[in-house]
Every structure is written in structure tokens, then in C-alpha cells.
């Protein structure tokens, strides 16, 4: 189910700093933008998962996070590039922010690569 309003409005708040973050849809949920197109984050189920790549994880771990799981018929599937929001970091802008700085070159590889593959789709089209 897609974020509530006012769920969108809470994450706005916590990374304001990042500037306009724009949203789309996501796994039935929203995904957070910066830069119109680099997704740093989203909120699925009511949590806020973080971009995170190898090397972000530990220091997500590290800060009691837990990577993004849902359930399959063969048990439950992991998603390490996405971790939780640590929950000290939840209602404290600064600290939020910080995490989003963490989560934004991750997060900019991805789009970059997604970049690339449209534009060979577009050049083979």
C-alpha cells in the first residue's frame, strides 16, 4: 500500500536537506527521489528503508537496521540494498539526514546505471 500523506510528509521533513524530494510508486509502495531520478529511500509497510549497497551496510547493521525482507513460497526473499531507517534516527532530522548522505551514492550508482540502460535501449530503438 503507498505511503499515507502524512507518512510523505514526515520523510520530507527528515530529509529536507536533501532538497525537493519528489515520489513514485515501489512494490505497492513510495519511493523517494532526490534529483528527480536517484531513489535514496522509501517507505513500505510503514517503514523507511535506505539505499544501501555493500558499502553501507555494516554501518546500517552496526546501528541496529534491518535489511528489507518479504515473504516467497519458498520462504522469505532479503533485500540487502534496502535497510531499515535506524529507529533512533526515525524523528531526529539530523541524524535522518545523515543516513540519507550515507544512502545517496548507492543510490546515485543505481540511477547512473539506469541511465545508461535506457539510453542503449533508446540508441538501439
Not at 517503514?47 to 544501501?52: A, F, R
Not at 546515485?108 to 540502460?117: F, G, N, P, S, T
Amino acid at each position: 500500500m503507498p505511503a499515507s500523506p502524512d507518512q510523505i510528509a514526515h520523510a520530507r521533513d527528515l530529509f529536507g536537506d536533501l532538497g525537493d524530494i519528489s515520489t513514485g510508486g515501489m512494490f505497492g509502495g513510495t519511493a523517494l527521489y532526490a534529483e528527480g531520478d536517484v531513489m535514496f529511500a522509501c517507505i513500505l509497510g510503514g517503514t523507511i528503508w535506505m539505499k544501501s549497497d555493500a558499502t553501507t551496510r555494516a554501518a546500517y547493521e552496526t546501528a541496529g537496521a534491518r535489511p528489507f525482507t518479504y515473504a516467497k513460497a519458498k520462504g522469505d526473499q532479503v533485500v540487502t540494498s534496502l535497510m531499515a531507517l535506524p529507529d533512533s534516527a526515525t524523528d531526529d532530522p539530523d541524524e535522518a539526514i545523515e543516513w540519507a548522505r550515507l544512502s545517496y551514492p548507492p543510490a546515485l550508482a543505481a540511477a547512473q546505471k539506469k541511465r545508461r540502460e535506457k539510453a542503449r535501449k533508446a540508441a538501439r530503438a
